[in-house]
């Protein structure tokens, strides 16, 4: 009886890390269905119904998404992930089309590319953000990052809908970067009720910059990026892996070795660093 529980167990890890890596790629039918089966063998896996509700989300089907995060808060009254998402569900009810439509999966920047790399890598918090778009998006999605005529940068979803701007002295800096031939990348970090952080990464330093940093460490945030530290982003029962305020959506629910549920979902991730948060100070422009 003790190797039938354990065999169990073993397998309902492994199923939860495959369904972990399905989110991560967007396979999100494929996830829905596996969830499912989970379900089937464990109907009091909360993870497994929060990360349910999340790949029903990604695919526009929120009244099954909404269904999921109810059975897990039935399971658990005070999983605050199901209750984030089922908070969030009512937001995109509001501004989402009458026509039932699938939602287009989203594209997910590399796990790889949250870990830190001083001077390369910054959070910062997004001005004047439109929440009933940012609220369409999760933790890990890219973005764009646009410049206007007036020299500001801004952010767009890859659809092209603008949802807020950097902040000024950040956003000078990086027009300047980009003009000397510096290229970098944009993805959420969090989420929370009336905000959004967002990570810049550099990708790409030109020769004309070298020795400048594109985010000079004066000020340093403790940030945990939506991965944590065990496989990938596995929200739920691993979900301190965001900020304490996030929205950190669960992009999957972990595994059953850890469980608190004092954040929204996390990425189980094979890397965990902590990302330097720069205002554009411009110490090192040299």
Same mark, same amino acid.
Request: proline residues 3%; hydrophobic residues 35%; glycine residues 8%.
């Given at each position: ?154 952010? =767009? ?63 340093? =945030? ?65």
């Amino acid at each position: 009886m003790i190797f039938q529980a354990e065999d169990r167990t073993r397998t309902k890890k492994q199923q939860a890390d495959i369904a972990i890596q399905m989110a991560l790629q967007g396979q999100w039918e494929q996830a829905v269905d596996l969830n499912r089966s989970i379900l089937e063998s464990f109907p009091a896996d909360v993870d497994a119904c929060n990360r349910l509700g999340k790949a029903l989300t990604e695919l526009g089907r929120y009244a099954d998404a909404r269904d999921s995060y109810m059975k897990a808060i039935e399971i658990d009254p005070l999983n605050l992930i199901a209750r984030k998402n089922l908070s969030r569900l009512s937001t995109l009810g509001k501004s989402a089309p009458k026509k039932k439509s699938k939602k287009a999966a989203s594209q997910k920047l590399s796990p790889e590319m949250f870990i830190e790399e001083r001077g390369k890598t910054t959070i910062t918090e997004l001005a004047r953000p439109d929440m009933e778009v940012a609220n369409q998006l999760t933790a890990a999605d890219l973005v764009k990052l646009v410049r206007d005529k007036k020299g500001n940068v801004f952010v =767009e979803t890859m659809a092209g809908q603008r949802f807020g701007d950097v902040e000024s002295r950040l956003g000078q800096r990086l027009v300047k970067l980009m003009d000397g031939g510096n290229q970098y990348v944009a993805a959420i970090s969090s989420l929370h009720e009336d905000g959004v952080k967002l990570l810049i990464r550099e990708t790409l330093q030109s020769a004309s910059q070298v020795g400048k940093l594109s985010f000079p460490a004066t000020v340093t =945030e403790s940030v945990r990026p939506y991965i944590k530290g065990r496989l990938a982003r596995g929200d739920e029962d691993d979900s301190s892996a965001l900020d304490d305020s996030d929205e950190a959506d669960d992009l999957v629910a972990g595994s059953d070795d850890d469980s608190d549920d004092s954040d929204e979902g996390t990425l189980k991730a094979r890397a965990r660093g902590r990302l330097p948060g720069a205002d554009g100070d411009d110490e090192n422009d040299g």
